[in-house]
Every structure is written in structure tokens, then in C-alpha cells.
């Protein structure tokens, strides 16, 4: 009875409660489908959807960028999140196990945890710079409200005069804190407390990505909070993190919702919302314009990140992943758009407080989150309440990201030893996944950070990922076959895939993300930060970064194929494309038709054969019963047992 009641524990179940078993009790599984679903959205729903989608929404045409955005989503991002979801979901395992499909290809799956640690290493950077500001935030006074701190410039004009709003136009005239005297400078001169608060004294930021000048020790420290935060929600795999996602997937829409009532109800805001939707359909027929729908459906959705395919890996064989696909994409746009309307209701009262157009004030990134928001934020009654709201939101936005990150390298790595006891020790393994990801990000809480930060950003997720995902859909379609995978989802899901869904994972999507790769290739520039030009030895090092995944997949295949039984190129090739014969479902039971067991006397040449005459059989037996049937229905006597008065 304890052992049982221990066994309860382990598994997630509060004592003296019925013990919920797991369909692969080795592996584990989610809860419940809740928790996958919580969990998916907090992965898809990130930092980009808040930071990110309302200035391409502005900038491209306003609402008529939900045009192509919409037409995106239909053909590319809910096609491909099922496929990486069915994928994860069939075998029961993480982005490296699932090569089973065709071993040769196992590079994709390196490819992916290699991107997967990039961006975790400075995705929690961010996260720590969030926390900083939260913490800084538990203040009467905002630190970025005034201009009359040590690390403020003659340059720096505030929005807030000594208790009273700035009369006139800042386009002639500002008001120097600092001085405590008026002073006319140069419009394009005007630097905001926030603005230097950010780069003065947060980032410290030194002349050169090569200098990095010192470690600061408030932000090495949030960095350090930032990743116990995530261990410990891990600390048991997704039955902790599944219980985590309740609060930090949902409490950031109520966040959301609270920054949108206060927002529509400030004056000027219904302007910034104007100039958030009010469609220039013209920009409908620019390429860019597609090009940008294209590839923010594509990175805010996750794929090819290998985190779907690990989430996906715990659900249960038959679940439902078609639905939960198709719920989680349509979630992860609607917040982009939602947050939107957040965003720019405050964007347009800092643009009527100044008296400028809210282009003056519109930004996106880490200038949006660390300057622009902030700055419109001591602008609001009981400023360092809304404040705390707002960077606690971007923290749980993050970490609802970094959760999956940390899990997709963590099971990966588990999946690829499979012994006892790694699994049975699997928190020693994400214990010193979160110490090496601590101490790589180390450097970038230095001086020279946001160079590195933009950097990874701009190169290390890129078109690497765009790459890794042609080449899935290829492998999986093209050379283990689309009619095989076609039948493995029927036999998971119970119903084949949509006609739809067939059509655009064998051509439409793959044909979308090559002219993403086209596009990201043709809209290449150099990287810059503000007025500083990269130099060269910095831009090798970021593509270095973004060829290290990519280079994993001809890498693994050469390997592969010299390692392969074959007398021929031809043999070898041939055997290193063909599927695992462990490939299939994970559980026994689940493991019929083709998968089903050999008997003694098979052998993997004539299964192929014998399931042709399986087939052959069953199709005639189906043809026998339909003749019988219709004879009897044509003679009267059918089901005449059933019925004593025919």
C-alpha cells in the first residue's frame, strides 16, 4: 500500500487520492490534454507576439496585413504545427529519437537542438533583464521617470515635467532636467529618461562588441533567478511544468486584458489603434509584405525549434493532436493580434502627450519592452503598479518559452542513452543543462550584452530553422513516403489526415518555407545597433552560429551512409534512408498492422511482401460479403434470422 501510494506521488497525484496511471509509465505523459495544450500555448506564445507583431502590423499596412498574415497561417503555420505534432506524438519521442523514420536524417534533429541552445542560452537573458526591471519597479518613483539621475545626459528630455504635463511641440522645444533650465535642442537630439536609463545605466553598454568591460552583478544575479525559476518548475518534467503552465500560460492574458482596459480608456489612444488597423491595402501587392506574414507565422509558432515534436512526444497515442493543433495556432495569432490593441492604445496617449504621430513613438524588440512601453508606462497614474504588471507579464511570456527549450535539449538527451538510469536520475540531467546554460550565459550579462543578444537573435534562429524544416517536410513526405505517414496518423488519430492538410505538407507548405528562405536571403543586410556597424569578424561568428545547426544534417547523413551495411554507394544509401525497424509507435499495444511483431520465420524482406498479400486478401473478402449481401437483398431473405415476420 505505501509503495503504491509512493508510486502516486511520483506520478503527480495528491496522497490519498485514485493514482492516475501513465499510458508509457517509463517515458511519463502529461496529465491531462489540459496541461499539453497550456503548456503548447505558453511555448508558441511568446515574447514576439507582445514585442513583435504590432510593429509588422503597422509597419506592413495595418489591418491589411491580417490578410496575407491569415493566408499564412491557413497554408503554412497550422499544416506544419500538426505535422510536428504527429510527428512527436506517433513515436513517443524527442527531436532526436523520431529520425528512426529515416536514420540518415538524424541531423535534422541535432540541427534542432543546437538552434533549441542559442536560443535558450540569451532567451533567458531577456528574461533576466525582465526581471531586473520588475524588481526596479517596486518603487514610489520609476527610475526612468526624470531626467535628474547620475546617469543622465545634457541630451535627455522627459515626458514629465515637475508635476505638470510639457506645453508645446517637442519638436522645437524640450525641457532639460538635468540643467533645470529650458533649453532648445534638436528634435533628433532628444533622448528619453527611459531611452537612458536603458542604455546608460542598465546595459551600461560599452563601444565595441569585442570590449566587454565588466560583469553587472544585478543583472548576473536575475540571470541566475531567472534559471533556478526554470529548473525548478522542471524539476520533475512535464508533470511539474504541467502544473506550472495553470498560472503562467493564462495569468498573462488577464494581465493583458487589465493593460487593454486602462489602455482604450486614456486619451489618444483610439489613434494609436487607428494607425495599428487602418488598412493600406496597397501594401497587400508588396512582396515584403507577404515575406513578413510568412515568417512571423513561421517563428512565432515554434517550428523547427524541436519543441512541438518533444511536448507532443508525453501525449497519449490516440489523443487528439489534429484538434489541439489547430486550437494552439489559432490561440498563439489571436494573442499577437490582441496584444496589439494593448500595445498601441498607450503607444497613441505617449504620441497625443507629446503632441507627434505615433510613428515617433512606435517601436519593436527589446526598444518596444525596454524604452518605448516603459516610458509610456510613467506617463499613468500609479505608474509603478502598471509597470510591475507589465514586465511580470513579459517574464511569464518568457518563461512559458524557455520551459519547452530547456525540455526539448533535457528529453533529447534522454531519449538519445535510454538507460534506467538516466531516466530514473532525468533532474540530475536538466540540473546541469540549466548550470552550462547559466554559464554560457555569463558573457552576456557583461557591457557588450546587447551586441550578443542581437546578434544570436538575428543569426542563430534565422534561415537555420527555415532549412531544418524544408528538409523534415522532405524526409517525411518524400522519402519515407506520404502514404505510409498518411496510414501511422490514421491508425494514431483514428481518420486520416484532411485532403487539405495532405495537399499542403506535400506541396504548398514546402514550397511557402523555400520562398521564406528566398526571402530572408534577398532582405539580408548587414546587422547594426543603433549607429554602430558590426564589424566583420563579428558578423563570421554570427553566421558560424547559424551554419552550426544546418551543417549537423550533411554531417550526420555522410556518416551515415559510410556506416551503413551495403556492398554499393547505392546499398548503403538505400539502407540509411530506410526506416528503423524499431521506428513506430513506442508501446507494444499500440503496435499493429505493419508494426505488429514478426513472427520467427519473417524476415524484413518478406513483411513488405506479405503485407501486399494481407491486403490482397482482405479486399476480396470485402468484395465476397458485398456479393452475399446483394444476393440476398436481391432474394428477400436477408436478416430474415433477425426478424421472425419478414
Known sequence: MEEKQFSGILNGAVPGEAVKRDENPRRGNWGNQIEFVLTSVGYAVGLGNV??????????????????????????????????????????????????????????????MVVSTYIGIYYNVVICLAFYYFFMSMTNLLPWTYCNNPWNTADCSGV??????????????????VAGVSEVVNKSKRTSPSEEYWKHYVLNISDDIGNFGEIRLPILGCLAIAWVVVFLCL??????????????????????????IRGITLDG????????????????LDAKVWGDAASQIFYSLGCAWGGLITMASYNKFHNNCFRDSIIISVTNCATSVYAGFVIFSILGFMANHLDVPVSEVADHGPGLAFVAYPEALTLLPISPLWSLLFFFMLILLGLGTQFCLLETLVTAIVDEIGTDWIIRNKTVVTLSVAVVGFLLG????????????????NYAASFSLVIISCIMCICVMYIYGHEKYFKDVEMMLGFPPPLFFKVCWRFISPFIIFCILVFTVIQYKPIEYNNYVYPGWSLAIGFSMALSSVICIPIYAIYKICTSPGATFRERLKNAC??????????????????????????????????????????????RDEICLTVQGSNGSSNTHNNPNP
Open 51 to 112: 514585442w513583435r507583431f504590432p510593429y509588422l502590423c503597422y509597419r506592413n499596412g495595418g489591418g491589411a496585413f491580417m490578410f496575407p498574415y491569415l493566408i499564412m497561417l491557413v497554408f503554412c503555420g497550422i499544416p506544419l504545427f500538426f505535422l510536428e505534432l504527429s510527428f512527436g506524438q506517433f513515436a513517443s519521442l524527442g527531436c532526436l529519437g523520431v529520425w528512426k523514420i529515416s536514420p540518415m536524417f538524424k541531423g535534422v534533429g541535432y540541427g534542432m
Open 235 to 260: 524539476i520533475r518534467g512535464v508533470k511539474s511544468s504541467g502544473k506550472v503552465v495553470y498560472f503562467t500560460a493564462t495569468f498573462p492574458y488577464l494581465v493583458l486584458t487589465i493593460l487593454f
Open 442 to 457: 555569463v558573457p552576456l550579462t557583461s557591457q557588450a550584452r546587447i551586441y550578443w543578444l542581437l546578434l544570436m537573435d
Open 269 to 284: 489612444a483610439i489613434n494609436g489603434i487607428k494607425y495599428y488597423l487602418t488598412p493600406q491595402w496597397g501594401k497587400v
Open 578 to 623: 530506410q526506416a528503423d525497424p524499431s521506428w513506430g509507435p513506442s508501446l507494444q499495444e499500440h503496435r499493429t498492422g505493419r508494426y505488429a511483431p514478426m513472427a520467427p520465420e519473417e524476415t524484413l524482406e518478406s513483411r513488405p511482401l506479405k503485407e501486399k498479400e494481407e491486403l490482397k486478401e482482405e479486399e476480396e473478402k470485402e468484395r
Open 160 to 177: 514629465m515635467g515637475s508635476g505638470s504635463q510639457l506645453n508645446g511641440s517637442l519638436m522645437n522645444t524640450t525641457i532639460s532636467l
